[in-house]
T-cell receptor, first 114, second 114 residues
């Protein structure tokens, strides 16, 4: 079974631009969560989508948004990029939400904001 | 919200020796505690997890213990091998890793000395 895939793997943007990251979950998994990983703050929860609905959101500004499609693929968008948004963005998929399965992570998208 | 503290931040052990990483959590409602291993350039990989109705779980050379009263849990790796070198993260969640996301510790860089 193929794992979680994320595209692109690397991205360079400049301040003020916007970016869209994509995540394809493991086949059959309906939940996709997004995390930001930085050396200073570690791994932080952004939001989780289940059946095309955002179930929960972490403590991030409204510039960070996402969506999920009917095939469970998810996209994350960051608008008006800031230097501090440089990070590894990870998505994780699980079979269900609310305690119904472990989370499996993709390789991440490395975003650099110049 | 939940807060997870992880110690030590760096751990160096001789090949063949045991390694222990400890985490504490703050939210008594947390009931799911996974451990992830992250190698350079990759996303975190789930290596073992434990739920709050269990005190200990083992999988070959890896074991996790949970003390709900003290709100701490530990990862034990026996007979360490060079391929165990990586960054290890503990995490906690109320809902089994689903709707409210995982709260991660800051990570432990495990170095296996030959």
């Amino acid at each position: 079974k193929a794992g979680v895939t994320q595209t692109p793997r690397y991205l360079i943007k400049t301040r003020g631009q916007q970016v869209t990251l994509s995540c394809s979950p493991i086949s059959g998994h309906r939940s996709v969560s997004w995390y930001q990983q930085t050396p200073g703050q570690g791994l932080q929860f952004l939001f989780e989508y289940f059946s095309e609905t955002q179930r929960n959101k972490g403590n991030f500004p409204g510039r960070f948004s996402g969506r999920q499609f009917s095939n469970s693929r998810s996209e994350m968008n960051v608008s008006t990029l800031e230097l501090g948004d440089s990070a590894l963005y990870l998505c994780a998929s699980s079979l269900g939400s609310g305690g119904q399965g472990e989370q499996f992570f993709g390789p991440g998208t490395r975003l650099t904001v110049l | 919200g939940e807060n997870v503290e992880q110690h030590p931040s760096t751990l160096s052990v001789q090949e063949g020796d045991s390694a222990v990483i400890k985490c504490t959590y703050s939210d008594s409602a947390s009931n799911y505690f996974p451990w992830y291993k992250q190698e350079l350039g990759k996303g975190p990989q789930l290596i073992i997890d434990i739920r709050s109705n269990v005190g200990e779980k083992k999988d070959q050379r890896i074991a996790v213990t949970l003390n709900k009263t003290a709100k701490h849990f530990s990862l034990h790796i026996t007979e360490t091998q060079p391929e165990d070198s990586a960054v290890y993260f503990c995490a906690a969640s109320r809902s089994g890793g689903g709707a409210d996301g995982l709260t991660f510790g800051k990570g432990t860089h495990l170095i296996i000395q030959p």
